[in-house]
């Protein structure tokens, strides 16, 4: 390929040239056509000798395809006070706003009065140079975008003012306030072929709460992703959101999922100053209670909860910072998300986005010289070592894991890659964890079936085992107060593993869950389903409900 230079000298020396343009180049508007004219070249290789010259970026035909399909036309453009006309007649055309630079593409960049105009107006801008022929390509394109922008622009200011009016407002806040009415911890919008649907979770149960008419569920999913602060343009992507009800004192957390004919909305309803913080008040039976306190009691080791999620792992994780919270004590958390804010307590939400996960966060967090921390999951390898790590550098650490059970919590360890003598060394305690629904007081009676469940199921070895000599087994009837369920709120039921010596001694592979639970059952350790059938010998459950989540 010829340099420039030469080409300007032969162009400059042809006596053609120098007979139509006696002042040679000086006075030149089109000098990139007089050089394709008089050098004999084609206009791709004049252009590619500017672009080595100048060093400036080139399109060509073997990264046209690649180029076109990665540029994006910004808004950013056309909300500018530049006059594009004067620009676009010297076929210099605007691509996108990098900061404040412009990217413009042109076939003409020795172009002086363009050079002149921009300097004038004080515009930093980067040129890409192509042939006429790319030139017109690209431009078609970018004004193809510009409409598919100016409207979509359009479609989504419908959307805006749909989702803003009055009928649609109303609604959106009647099914808060109905689901917030119920004592719901959920509530979802979800599309269906004839509409949508909104179901409300109450005591951990699915129940249907409304359907939205076909013509108003892009309105209403519309309306929640702008109070959650959401990108109402993006529909491929999930996102997440938060919605403050400050006169409620409520937080919403949003989630939006997109599906194949529409979108899932999902709202988790955190109220604060609801969340009960009393072992007692979760419905852990007193011999656990005291079991727990002991652990507590211990200046480091590492405390692990179990369980799937929304099973109240995390209440249960705050309420044993909740007992540990004061003067003498710093208490750092990372979460996803931060779900309740404990006053005196260092919380910290974890930015996977920007790196800040939780293995991130917990190294910076032992620097920060806290006496007990909080991972709100360990999800890896290196987040479950530093966890165990620091508890053996004198550190009390909570954190959770998901697993069926208590025994099977040293095996996911295991897989993520902890040594077992680390385990051995840094675990106090592991508890599995269950919600059940608890009967409602105010509809509640004797199961006329309470002897048939007593000798089936040797509830009475259970009783006599747990020191209960007033077995009450009631069953669900259902009133106004509970809306015909039979249920009123919800209690935990507990599997504790305490990291003894004879569970250390085991070896941690694929026969320890048994052996672990054999050993349980020796010491009197109730399994989860034995804890919740402790709650229906206390008349606090049913037998239904405990097999239902532990059976």
Not at 112 to 138: H, P
Not at 178 to 194: F, I
Request: glycine letters at 6%; charged letters at 25%.
């Amino acid at each position: 390929m010829r340099d420039l230079s030469s080409i300007v000298s032969s162009v400059s020396q042809n006596p053609a040239f120098q007979s139509e343009y006696p002042s040679g180049f000086n006075k030149l508007t089109n000098a990139e056509e007089v050089l394709v004219g008089f050098s004999g070249l084609s206009e791709e290789e004049v252009i590619a000798a500017i672009a080595e010259h100048f060093n400036l970026q080139l399109i060509d035909y073997g990264n046209a395809i690649d180029f076109i399909d990665e540029f994006k036309v910004q808004d950013a453009l056309h909300n500018s006070e530049i006059e594009w006309t004067f620009l676009k007649g010297k076929n210099w055309y605007p691509l996108s706003r990098e900061d404040d630079n412009l990217h413009i593409v042109t076939n003409r960049p020795l172009c002086n009065a363009a050079k002149n105009f921009l300097r004038l107006a004080d515009v930093q801008y980067t040129l890409i140079v192509t042939d006429k022929t790319l030139l017109q390509r690209v431009v078609s394109i970018v004004e193809g975008l510009e409409n598919e922008a100016k409207e979509a622009s359009e479609e989504l200011e419908k959307i805006r003012a749909l989702a803003s009016e009055t009928p649609v407002v109303n609604l959106v806040n009647s099914l808060i306030s109905r689901a917030l009415d119920m004592g719901a911890s959920d509530m979802h919008v979800e599309p269906t072929k004839e509409g949508g649907i909104v179901r409300v979770r109450v005591d951990g149960l699915l129940h249907k709460l409304d359907t939205i008419p076909a013509s108003l569920v892009l309105a209403v999913v519309s309306r929640l992703k702008i109070l959650a602060d959401m990108d109402i343009a993006e529909k491929r992507r999930p996102q997440d959101g938060k919605i403050a009800l400050k006169h409620k004192n409520i937080d919403i957390r949003v989630s939006c999922l997109p599906l194949n004919n529409g979108e899932s909305v999902v709202m988790r309803f955190l109220v604060k100053g609801s969340l009960k913080l009393d072992l007692n008040d979760l419905g852990f039976h007193h011999d656990l209670v005291e079991h727990i306190q002991q652990d507590l009691d211990r200046t480091s080791g590492v405390i692990l909860m179990t369980g799937p999620t929304g099973s109240g792992k995390t209440t249960t994780l705050y309420s044993f910072l909740d007992s540990l919270n004061d003067i003498h004590e710093k208490i750092i958390t990372l979460e996803d998300p931060v779900e309740y804010e404990i006053e005196g307590i260092n919380q910290i939400q974890v930015k996977p986005d920007i790196g800040f996960d939780f293995a991130a966060g917990i190294r910076s967090i032992v620097r920060q010289d806290p006496d007990v921390i909080m991972v709100g999951e360990i999800r890896d390898s290196e987040t479950a070592r530093i966890a165990m790590q620091s508890a053996l550098t004198g550190h009390l650490v909570f954190s959770t894991v998901h697993t069926n059970d208590a025994p099977s919590a040293y095996v996911r360890l295991i897989d993520l890659g902890v040594d077992e003598f680390l385990l051995n060394s840094a675990v106090v305690a592991i508890l599995a964890q269950r919600l059940t629904r608890k009967l409602c007081e105010h509809c509640k009676e004797p199961d006329p079936h309470a002897t048939e469940h007593i000798a089936k199921l040797e509830l009475d070895k259970l009783a006599q085992q747990c020191g209960i000599e007033d077995i009450t087994i009631n069953r669900a009837v259902g009133c106004e107060h509970c809306k015909g369920t039979g249920y009123q709120g919800r209690l935990a039921i507990l599997e504790y593993l305490p990291n003894v010596d004879h569970i250390k001694s085991l070896p941690k592979d694929s026969n320890f869950a048994l052996s672990a639970e054999q050993f349980m059952r020796k010491q009197g350790y109730r399994s989860l389903k034995q804890d919740g059938l402790l709650k229906v010998l206390q008349g606090q459950t049913t037998i239904e409900e405990v097999m239902r989540v532990a059976g």
